[in-house]
Every structure is written in structure tokens, then in C-alpha cells.
């Protein structure tokens, strides 16, 4: 079992960054791939982002490519997400999830998942 917990939402104004951090207890954290999703009210929830065990590989939704970052510490059994540049449209509930497969961006392949951090972008 790996529990997760989200913290860093918040409201920020258009152009500005935040950092998302995804706290992991249980079970050989470093064994799994870490994503980051989002979802904004009436829509599905969409992939924004993950890395591998070792953070050698990384994916990212284009939506967000070049303004966002993920990163990990499996000292720290944490993954974070840098959002700078931010968008109105970026506006959501960020979920952190765990997967022991290869990295995906498929929501379904995920064992894991956090309950969530609303962050608000104003324009």
C-alpha cells in the first residue's frame, strides 16, 4: 500500500508558479513511477505529467511542455510539480498517483492516488 498526500494549491494570478509536493508513505515508494493529473469542473481527469522510479524519463501533456516540471526525491519520498507560467485554463484539482508499470499517461493504469489540491489561476 502507498498512501499519498497533496499540498502546495492555491489561487495565483496568470503568469505566476507554484509548486505542487506529493508526500508518499508505505511500501518502497522508489519502486514506482509517479504521475500527476489534473481535474477541472465537468471535465475529465487529464495526464499532465510523470517520471520513472529514477527520474530518467519523463513525460508531459503538451498542454503544459516547457512550463511545467516534475521531479522526485526518493529520500524524501516526494514528488513535486513546478508550474510557472500558469494559465486560467490551468485551473483544477491536482492529483499525485503511483503505478508500478512503466509510466503512462492513462488515469486507469494507476494503483494509487492522492486526494487531490485545488489550484486557481485568475486572470
Known amino acids: 500500500q502507498v498512501q499519498l498526500v497533496e499540498s502546495g494549491g492555491g489561487l495565483v494570478q496568470a503568469g505566476g508558479s507554484l509548486r505542487l509536493s506529493c508526500a508518499a508513505s508505505?511500501?518502497?515508494?522508489?519502486?514506482?513511477?509517479m504521475g500527476w493529473f489534473r481535474q477541472a469542473p465537468g471535465k475529465e481527469r487529464e495526464f499532465v505529467a510523470a517520471?520513472?522510479?529514477?527520474?530518467?524519463?519523463?513525460l508531459y501533456a503538451d498542454s503544459v511542455k516547457g512550463r511545467f516540471t516534475i521531479s522526485r526525491d526518493n529520500a524524501k519520498n516526494t514528488v513535486y510539480l513546478q508550474m510557472n507560467s500558469l494559465k486560467p485554463e490551468d485551473t483544477a484539482v491536482y492529483y499525485c498517483?503511483?503505478?508500478?508499470?512503466?509510466?503512462?499517461?492513462?488515469?486507469?493504469?494507476?494503483?494509487?492516488w492522492g486526494q487531490g489540491t485545488q489550484v486557481t489561476v485568475s486572470s
Open positions: 498517483a503511483a503505478e508500478m508499470g512503466p509510466i503512462t499517461v492513462v488515469a486507469g493504469l494507476y494503483d494509487y
Open positions: 508505505g511500501r518502497a515508494f522508489s519502486n514506482y513511477g
Open positions: 517520471t520513472t522510479w529514477s527520474g530518467g524519463r519523463k
